[in-house]
Nanobody
Framework: QVQLAESGGGLVQAGGSLRLSCVVS????????MAWFRQAPGLERVFIAG????????YYDDSVKGRFTISRDTAKNTVFLQMNNLKPEDTAVYYC?????????????????WGQGTQVTVSS
């Protein structure tokens, strides 16, 4: 089990940028998969980006591909989500999640460890 703490959310105008951070603690991440999900009011939590901690391979949902970038700092045990060209429809609570499985999953129920979430609001 790992503990995750997100930060970096806020209010931004459409077209602006934010960078979210997720500090991970508790155990070596080794073969963990790390992912970012988001949940808008009244909607389900959905996968937007993920990466394999050791390999560095990345995956994106089509809704954010080309605008968002997931990355990591292995020395600081931190995962980032750089969000550019933000749109009002990106407004949601953003969550960091960790999963020790071999394969990256886009299904929230596959992840046992979650952060508390950080609010991102994009105004038009």
């Amino acid at each position: 089990q790992v503990q995750l703490a997100e930060s970096g959310g806020g209010l931004v105008q459409a077209g602006g940028s934010l960078r979210l951070s997720c500090v991970v603690s508790g155990r070596p991440l080794g073969n963990y998969n790390m992912a970012w999900f988001r949940q808008a009011p009244g909607l389900e939590r959905v996968f937007i980006a993920g990466m394999h901690w050791s390999a560095g391979s990345t995956y994106y949902d089509d809704s954010v591909k080309g605008r968002f970038t997931i990355s990591r700092d292995t020395a600081k045990n931190t995962v980032f989500l750089q969000m550019n060209n933000l749109k009002p429809e990106d407004t949601a609570v953003y969550y960091c999640a960790a999963d020790p499985s071999q394969y990256l999953s886009q299904t929230p129920s596959k992840y046992n460890d979650w952060g508390q979430g950080t609010q991102v609001t994009v105004s038009s």
